[in-house]
């Protein structure tokens, strides 16, 4: 039963995932959408199906699902032979892929995920809450972050070795929306939810919510935005955690 019911929840997470996908992609074709709100959903959207992960009663599944994404973002490329995926390239990749060929971007997004799932999956399965908080701050709060920093940054922070430009503004979006994502996945897999995970008390989970949020803030900040999908969740993850275990 417990197969069957891993099998039924693993059908549904990649329905879910290919359909975050394959409408931006459609609106984007149709020109209802621009190549950076097409992006942008897609970030924002399938990478939620990460919180399914705690519920596999064989949690390989989630390493799978994670991995299986990860290969389809290295094989979408403006020279793919198969047309969904040269489709997607030519739906949501940025400039600053064409060197590479490939959407660098999104397959670290992809690569993040799997590598965060599968080190909780192999060390502390019973603590997924540490991954899908770093996981929720690429998704979410670097989305918001790009679109406030965008509309609203009118103090830029420069630094030397980026080849972008951050906002005051945008990293503000990052750290304050980025606290109540961790609250929320540290409360609900930890406090109130401790059925799969290891219980945390509410004031641990603020701290934690606290700790990674600024972390993770930092870590955006002076990250080039080609690389910041993969280190702001691993390196923010294993900082927290490494913390945890003083």
């Avoid at 969904?84 to 030519?90: A, G, I």
């Avoid at 670290?108 to 997924?128: D, E, G, K, R, W």
Wanted: with cysteine; aromatic share 12%; hydrophobic share 50%.
């Amino acid at each position: 039963m417990s197969v069957l019911l891993d099998l039924l929840i693993l059908l549904f997470t990649y329905i879910y995932v290919f359909a975050t996908i394959l409408i931006p992609v459609q609106l984007k074709k149709r020109d209802k959408i621009t190549k950076f709100q097409a992006r942008k959903a897609v970030h924002l959207f399938a990478g939620l199906a990460v919180l399914t992960a705690p519920y596999y009663s064989w949690p390989w599944w989630a390493v799978i699902l994670a991995g299986s994404m990860t290969v389809l973002t290295l094989l979408s490329s403006k020279k793919s032979s198969v047309k969904p995926l040269k489709d997607l390239y030519n739906s949501i990749g940025e400039e600053a892929e064409e060197k590479v060929g490939y959407l660098q971007g999104p397959f670290h997004y992809c690569l993040s995920i799997t590598i965060l799932i599968t080190f909780f999956v192999i060390v502390a399965p019973h603590q997924m809450y540490f991954p899908i908080a770093g996981i929720l701050l690429m998704i979410i709060s670097d989305t918001l972050a790009s679109v406030i920093g965008k509309k609203y940054g009118k103090r830029k922070i420069n630094l030397p070795w980026l080849k972008t430009t951050r906002s005051l503004e945008g990293s503000i979006t990052f750290f304050i929306s980025g606290f109540i994502l961790c609250f929320i996945a540290f409360t609900f897999l930890g406090v109130t939810n401790p059925i799969t995970q290891v219980h945390l008390a509410i004031e641990v989970a603020l701290l934690y919510s606290l700790i990674t949020s600024a972390l993770a803030t930092i870590i955006e900040l002076v990250s080039p935005s080609t690389w910041d999908d993969l280190t702001i969740p691993i390196a923010t993850v294993v900082c927290v955690f490494l913390l945890t275990l003083i």
